[in-house]
């Protein structure tokens, strides 16, 4: 009994840094500095999923370097 109640402690912990981890990623995907610089150096970018081009400043970038026209798209991507 014992060890059934540690092993769902042990899922209940990992989920919590997965969650964590997943809430990070995407905090550091939406930098707010971007908005200041896309006027400099903006460039094109195609989105991985559905090959639409847009502004550097307005894709999704995950930490591969690939860029996604929204939020959608790269976790579609990232699913497989
Ligand atoms: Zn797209």
Redesign the pocket.
């Known amino acids: 009994m014992r060890s059934i109640l540690f092993f769902g402690l042990v899922i209940l912990v990992f989920l919590t840094i997965l969650i964590f981890m997943q809430r990070l990623r995407r905090n550091s995907s939406v930098k707010p500095d971007q908005t200041e610089k896309n006027q400099s150096n903006d460039t094109i970018e195609r989105?991985e999923?559905?090959g639409?081009f847009s502004p550097s400043s307005e894709t999704v970038q995950d930490e591969f370097g690939h860029h996604?026209?929204?939020q959608k798209?790269l976790e579609e991507f990232n699913k497989d």
Request: aromatic share 12%.
């Open positions: 989105c999923v559905c639409t996604f026209c929204n798209h």
